[in-house]
């Protein structure tokens, strides 16, 4: 397997399934940063991982911004101890969320099917 040294933004769209314009956003708001050879853009192993990431984290419900400042926080000479931690704490805030949410769901569903069946006695009751 060869090892990429630079992607181009049609390669980087392809492989995380988004569109073009969704890797541009990224580089105007300076989250990645993909040199020029005329005008095509060339974006390096790291910056395909930091759109990896913040893709991973929109999949599991992050901001651009928390994305971002989790990402930020990354240094390899320290054990990640404070990304790591932070991330903890963020994942655990979503599925706290996530879980009520779940919870009100179900909620309204158990609604729904209480009001249809009432609808439905009387609709019975109505024609006997």
């Not at 769209?13 to 095509?40: C, D, H, M, N, S």
């Not at 979503?94 to 609604?111: N, P, T, V, Y």
Request: hydrophobic share 30%; with cysteine.
């Amino acid at each position: 397997m060869t090892e990429h040294t630079s992607y181009t933004i049609s390669e980087l769209a392809k492989e995380f399934g988004v569109t073009p314009r969704t890797i541009r956003f990224y580089e105007e708001k300076g989250l990645v940063t993909p040199a020029r050879e005329g005008q095509k853009r060339l974006y390096s192993p790291a910056d395909r991982v930091r759109i990896k990431l913040i893709l991973r984290g929109k999949r599991i419900g992050m901001t651009l911004d928390e994305s971002v400042e989790v990402i930020d926080m990354y240094d390899p000479g320290h054990n990640n101890t404070e990304q790591l931690q932070s991330l903890i704490t963020t994942v655990r805030d979503r599925r706290a969320r996530f879980e009520q949410q779940k919870r009100d769901i179900d909620d309204i569903l158990s609604s729904l099917n209480e009001v249809e069946s009432l609808c439905e006695q009387a609709l019975q009751a109505a024609e006997n």
